[in-house]
T-cell receptor
Framework: GNSVTQMEGPVTLSEEAFLTINCTYT??????LFWYVQYPGEGLQLLLK?????DKGSNKGFEATYRKETTSFHLEKGSVQVSDSAVYFC???????????FGRGTSLIVHP | DTAVSQTPKYLVTQMGNDKSIKCEQN?????MYWYKQDSKKFLKIMFS???????INETVPNRFSPKSPDKAHLNLHINSLELGDSAVYFC??????????????FGEGSRLTVL
């Protein structure tokens, strides 16, 4: 079946540090890939997405590139802010049921 | 205007009780979902429903049942609550034609505590 594996958190960084959160997936064919963010006390919201190999999704300074050869979709940001503190979820969706499968979530804590 | 709204936001109840969580979306979407998030933040699909198809995660106990009075609502009923049902339950919606490339819109979650 489909699955998404994320690095275990929490990831703790100082403001303006570089962020990478790793995500790899298992799926046949060509799924669409997503990053969602959950701020404290809120529901998840879409951060960025990529629908085919080599696509780069970007939003709010975050980027992720769909790498078919390594089945990865790592999230990066060049300079994090305290306001980026949240839980980040990698997800995939593909043909069949199309029901998105989520990774376990990675908590990011950014200190001033 | 809240796109996906859930009520109640917090629910504390005793083991063995029956409870419901309501969900409404005003986005005109045709597919709705229920996800369960445990204390370690794992997010697991419970149900997916549109006007043609109900998809149930086979690991979900039959004490849980979705009820959809219309396209804009998908309520979650839970019978004979157990301690392990304590979690945050998220409702979400999407448009089926966008399901491969489109996003899910989530409610704010309903925190259920079973004592």
């Amino acid at each position: 079946g489909n699955s998404v594996t994320q690095m275990e958190g929490p990831v703790t960084l100082s403001e303006e540090a570089f962020l990478t959160i790793n995500c790899t997936y298992t799926a046949t064919g060509y799924p669409s890939l997503f990053w969602y963010v959950q701020y404290p006390g809120e529901g998840l919201q879409l951060l960025l997405k990529a629908t085919k190999a080599d696509d780069k999704g970007s939003n709010k300074g975050f980027e992720a590139t769909y790498r078919k050869e390594t089945t990865s979709f790592h999230l990066e940001k060049g300079s994090v802010q305290v306001s980026d503190s949240a839980v980040y979820f990698c997800a995939l969706s593909k043909g069949g049921s199309y029901i998105p499968t989520f990774g376990r979530g990675t908590s990011l804590i950014v200190h001033p | 205007d809240t796109a996906v709204s859930q009520t109640p936001k917090y629910l504390v109840t005793q083991m063995g009780n029956d409870k419901s969580i309501k969900c409404e979306q005003n986005l005109g979407h045709d597919t709705m979902y229920w996800y369960k998030q445990d204390s370690k933040k794992f997010l697991k699909i419970m149900f997916s429903y549109n006007n043609k198809e109900l998809i149930i995660n086979e690991t979900v106990p039959n004490r849980f049942s979705p009820k959809s009075p219309d396209k804009a609502h998908l309520n979650l009923h839970i019978n004979s609550l157990e301690l392990g049902d304590s979690a945050v339950y998220f409702c979400a919606s999407s448009q089926v034609r966008d399901r491969l490339t489109g996003e899910l819109f989530f409610g704010e979650g309903s925190r259920l505590t079973v004592l």
